[in-house]
């Protein structure tokens, strides 16, 4: 994300400066009140998380970095795009209450000053969340082509390693699930595909769906849809998860507390996969494997 100094308008300082010897007026105070909610909300952003100097380095991303930037969002940024709202309507209060007084006392240039000032904040605060929202759009659209390249070149080495093991062993067959965590198989779509089709026959195929489904984390706009889906009780491709999880996750939905209650439910199905599931994958035999798609 590319840093955005705060407006030196919205500086509650030079607000009350602006304002001259009117910000005693009941509307104003409210009105720098909330420029000093705003500015303390702006510079309590965790700049070094938001702004992902991850994406400057060559290495992988972490598959999490999606959940961590919209936590980061959700926590952080919203609250103080809100706060700002709130700037705008309290100013357009406070060019009320001054726009009375100029016209008590129609040559007090400290009112008229004041009023100009109090009218042109909600054009600096509309401006300013504009460009914060483009700024976040544009990190969204950064992080998923990251991410899409470093999955790339992963299923390019695995390419690579497939076929050289398969020059090197070509009469001897073995398991595609062998030495491989569920976090390997999550990042190959052809073995994902391969485990959902095994888990399938156990009836339990929703828990590969989920766990790949979020395994980059999931944006705040798609929460509601994912608790429809997998998390509520009684849901199409209910998760079993213990209840705790499922109200953290409801309830973190509209503050971006949801992220923290998706790693539990995440680390809680991979467990389960690790220990039921993959064993017995791993366990299949070449006829199996071939009826499952396996190629």
Known sequence: MKIIGYPDELIPRVAAASLGTCQDRPACVKFLEGLAAAEKAFESITWNRVMLHALAKPEPLDDDIISTYEAEVAKVINPMLRKLKTVGTLAAEAAKDLGVLTKAH?????????????????????????????????????????????????????????????????SEFVNPFKGKRIEDILKNNKLTLLLHAFAEQGRNGEVIEFLSLTRKGVE????????????????????NIPDEFRNDFLEGIEDGAYTDALKKIRGHVMVNVETHTLPLARALGEPALRKLGHK
């Not at 700024?135 to 992080?143: E, F, G, H, L, Y």
């Open 106 to 170: 129609p040559k007090a240039t400290v009112a008229k000053k004041a009023l100009a000032f109090a009218k042109s904040v909600p054009g600096v605060t509309s401006k300013f969340i504009k460009a914060f929202e483009e700024v976040i759009a544009k990190d969204r659209k950064d992080i998923s082509a990251r991410l899409a390249k470093d999955e790339a070149a992963y299923e390019k080495e695995l390419k690579t390693a497939e076929k050289a093991q398969a020059q090197s062993k070509s």
């Open 220 to 239: 705040q706009t798609n929460a509601p849809k994912l608790y429809k889906t997998f998390i509520a009780q009684n849901s199409p491709k209910g998760l």
